[in-house]
């Protein structure tokens, strides 16, 4: 058989990645401190870019200022539907939806000559990815896994959010109370639980409540060690002859509780990897509106704004002699216009997507965290027009600013479990709350409820759960099985 060579000519599509829509991409998903930095950087590598001032030169191109309120604002639906079925094809959502996209590409990268200026900064986003776990996130792993209700698990993340970098919590019980609209009681509720995460003594208000957790932990808060962190002040001034009083020991017995006290950790959350705290700065802010509802802006204060100095580039341009100055001149110019842009509809995107969060959660609005709907990406991805993945990353590192409180916007996505006569649904934490309530309620009439009766019941109450589901729910609530707890009873 020969072996011949020849040409051919063939058409087909592809979906092209290009360098732009990767870095819209990760644009979308910068925290507003992650963006500041990464604005900085290209006004210095960029000389076409400058700040917006009050007072911009006339012949500078200001971007489109972006609408104040999800009422003012029409919003625009740019993700490209083919790049959307093509990543999906490739089960890969990572460049599903363009931010930017709208017209064709400004330049084309493959052949600019200074390609390194145009990259992301992709330092600290890779750091991100390679770093330990911060102690909130950490923490919030496990109050994820801790079984609590609905509100019980918003209530965990607002204590979490007020954790210093010690672990030492610092909030207000009555004003946090006031605020997310429940009782100082449940918050206490939900706090004794959280002092059971790791690392051990988080979540304490004190050094000696910190001390006294770990020891607590340990089997060894006994009466004279109890006295003993009460009057951690006779310690600090050594004075020994005071303790041994007031914690009734001879001297060898306050030796050994003092090695012990010096065997704990004081601050707990410190030695957790991650990054310093900083001051969370909101992304929107949500007031109620005098007309009714509530109104959603964005926070100006965190959104860069640019302009392309036209002028300076003109001049620029008349002077450059080489084919190569004309060509970076060209570049920083598609450069500059592209971030203009992409900001522009980075704010736009984020507004339209909190927008309708506020939309959904208004009950916790008007109500408090007892009133949480079961909400998750896909419902409001369908809602706007827009890819889970796009809504995926806007509600990353972005915080909304509420009459209750700073949240991120991840905190008003809960899970849902269906409705078994087709009506609302409801979330996942709530069902686990009607399941604990059950078993509690088990003593009194001296039956013992069994995993199929639960979900009886529970279908009864128009939830359709399976019950290898109810299973899984009891047992992240630490119930023991219908089986032990009848012996239990017994046994009691």
Avoid at 197 to 223: H, T, Y
Avoid at 256 to 274: N, V
Avoid at 419 to 448: F, L, P
């Amino acid at each position: 058989m020969a072996l011949n060579a020849r040409l051919e000519i063939r058409q087909g599509q592809g979906l092209v990645v290009t360098p732009q829509l990767q870095q819209a991409i990760k644009l979308l998903q910068l925290s507003n401190v992650e963006l500041e930095a990464f604005v900085e950087a290209e006004l210095e590598r960029n000389p076409l870019l400058q700040r917006d001032d009050p007072e911009p030169a006339e012949t500078a191109e200001a971007p489109e200022a972006p609408a104040a309120s999800s009422d003012e604002l029409e919003f625009s639906d740019t993700s490209t539907a083919k790049a959307d079925e093509a990543m999906d094809a490739e089960g890969d959502d990572r460049f599903a939806d363009d931010p930017c996209a709208g017209g064709p590409p400004l330049t084309d990268w493959s052949r600019a000559g200074s390609g390194k200026a145009t990259d992301l900064d992709d330092d600290a986003y890779d750091r991100a990815l390679r770093r330990e776990l911060t102690l909130s996130e950490h923490l919030t792993l496990q109050a994820s896994q801790a079984g609590f209700t609905a509100a019980e698990a918003g209530i965990a993340q607002v204590l979490i959010d007020g954790l210093d970098e010690g672990g030492y919590l610092r909030l207000d019980f009555d004003e946090t109370a006031e605020r997310l609209g429940c009782s100082p009681e449940l918050i206490e509720t939900v706090l004794l639980k959280c002092q059971g995460f790791e690392p051990c003594g988080v979540f304490a208000r004190s050094v000696g409540e910190c001390l006294a957790i770990q020891l607590k932990d340990r089997n060894r808060l006994d009466p004279a060690m109890q006295a003993l962190i009460d009057n951690l002040e006779l310690l600090a001034r050594r004075d020994l002859s005071a303790l041994k009083r007031v914690c009734g020991v001879d001297d060898e017995d306050l030796r050994d509780m003092i090695a012990e006290l010096k065997a704990l950790t004081p601050r707990p959350g410190a030695a957790f990897g991650g990054e310093p705290a900083q001051t969370v700065i909101p992304d929107v802010h949500v007031r109620a509106d005098p007309l009714g509802g509530w109104r959603v802006e964005l926070n100006s204060d965190t959104l860069p704004r640019l302009l392309v100095d036209r002028r300076y580039h003109a001049q620029v341009q008349a002077g450059s002699r080489s084919d190569a100055d004309k060509v970076f001149v060209a570049d920083c110019l598609s450069q500059a216009a592209w971030l203009v842009k992409s900001l522009d509809q980075r704010a736009k995107t984020i507004l339209k997507v909190a927008s309708e969060i506020v939309r959904q959660q208004d009950a916790f609005l008007a109500f408090g965290v007892e009133f949480l709907r079961p909400l998750n990406l896909k419902t409001v991805a369908d809602a706007i027009g827009m890819h889970e993945s796009t809504v995926s990353r806007v509600t990353s590192n972005k915080y909304i600013s509420t009459p209750r409180g700073v949240f991120e916007l991840k905190f008003f996505f809960t899970a849902a479990i269906a409705s078994a006569d087709g009506g609302a649904a409801h979330s996942a934490e709530a069902v686990r709350h009607r399941i604990k309530q059950m078993v509690e309620g088990e003593g009194r009439d001296g039956d013992v409820l069994s995993d199929d009766r639960i979900v009886e019941l529970l279908k009864e109450a128009g939830i359709d759960i399976a019950r290898r589901t109810v299973a899984k729910y009891r047992e992240a609530l630490r119930i023991p099985s219908s089986v032990e707890r009848k012996r239990m009873l017994k046994a009691g």
